[in-house]
């Protein structure tokens, strides 16, 4: 597996807090942790195309 996507965060967050019976405490963070990783990935794949783009211009 080369990327970790959301929807994997937000499975081990939720099986840490059905692990640890504190579900409740775990669900949220594993849902703030998801959406950081999304916009991460998709910060880094705009960067990655318009360093391609300029690469092909100029």
Partial sequence: MKR???FA???IFGLIG???GK???WFP???VAA???AVVQDR???AAALK???ATDG
């Fill in 29 to 31: 963070f594993g849902l």
């Fill in 4 to 6: 970790l996507t959301p």
């Fill in 52 to 54: 391609d783009q300029s």
């Fill in 35 to 37: 959406i950081v990783v």
């Fill in 44 to 46: 880094r794949a705009k």
């Fill in 9 to 11: 965060v937000l499975v």
């Fill in 23 to 25: 579900f409740g405490l």
């Fill in 18 to 20: 059905l692990l640890t």
